[in-house]
């Protein structure tokens, strides 16, 4: 039995993995299939999703920035109605400060932000007692993404914030190349040697299309391998597209491993 506390949910799965099913409220994000609203997000988790993780930006290479307004429109109306209708602990997936305060202010779980946390924006998680995901967001190989992911812990406990509230993302994508994404998949263990819960994002992104030479819409097999492999190696949260075919592979793996 695998358990963790989100926020101020404590949640259990016999799964070897929970699963964040992506839910982009943007009509740009590089998996057309992953956008939509409340009725997607009500489909995921229909299919099994954990975590329901909102993002009202696109974060893709190339991404055209919205204003503050803009993605509070987009994610906290979504965030309040999912709330009304179901459990599943909800993420925020945002880099602002105005959208953290607004949707700590209605409820959300988690704030997983790409980029890193200002002080204040600590504080405010703090006090609201989410729990937060802190990533990588630059190039490097597991070396460097550990050493930053550790320092960037360490603030987040001088700050007040409990460590079993604290996770942790390699980044995978964002500012990498393809032998550096290769090299933090890899070492998906040095991380989950830190103690600290770990989050894998790897859904049908670039570095998959590299390995299999596959498009976007084809990569679901080369993610379920990574997706396996990385909870192998001590992963404990998977951040999906695919949800029910993401829970079909944990549930092999909770039989043969």
Do not use: W
């Amino acid at each position: 039995m695998l358990e963790m506390i989100f926020g101020n949910k404590k949640i259990s799965t016999e799964l070897p993995a929970f699963v964040m099913g992506i839910v982009n409220a943007t009509p740009d994000s590089f998996y057309d299939k992953s956008r939509g609203g409340l009725e997607q997000a009500l489909k995921l988790v229909e299919e099994g999703a954990h975590i329901i993780d909102i993002g009202g930006e696109s974060t893709r290479p190339g991404f055209t920035p919205v204003s503050e307004d803009e993605e509070i429109e987009r994610v906290i109306p979504l965030l309040i109605e999912l709330k009304k209708r179901t459990d599943a602990v909800i993420s925020i997936d945002t880099r602002k400060t105005s959208v953290i305060k607004e949707a700590l202010k209605n409820g959300a779980d988690i704030i997983n932000n790409v980029s890193e946390f200002t002080d204040q924006e600590l504080s405010l998680c703090k006090e609201a007692g989410v729990s937060i995901v802190l990533m990588h967001h630059t190039k490097g190989f597991s070396d460097d993404i550990l050493e930053y992911l550790k320092n960037q812990a360490d603030r987040c406990l001088k700050a007040g914030i409990q460590k079993e509230k604290i996770i942790i993302d390699p980044g995978i994508g964002f500012g990498k190349s393809f032998e550096e994404n290769i090299d933090a998949i890899k070492n998906t263990g040095k991380l989950c040697a830190t103690g600290f819960a770990v989050l894998m994002a790897l859904s049908r992104k670039s570095s998959i299309g590299q390995m299999t030479g596959r498009e976007v819409c084809e990569r679901l097999a080369g993610t379920l391998a990574a997706d396996l492999i990385s909870v192998q190696k001590g992963a404990k949260i998977i951040r999906v597209h695919d949800v029910s075919q993401a829970i079909d592979t944990l549930k092999v793996m909770k039989f043969i491993q």
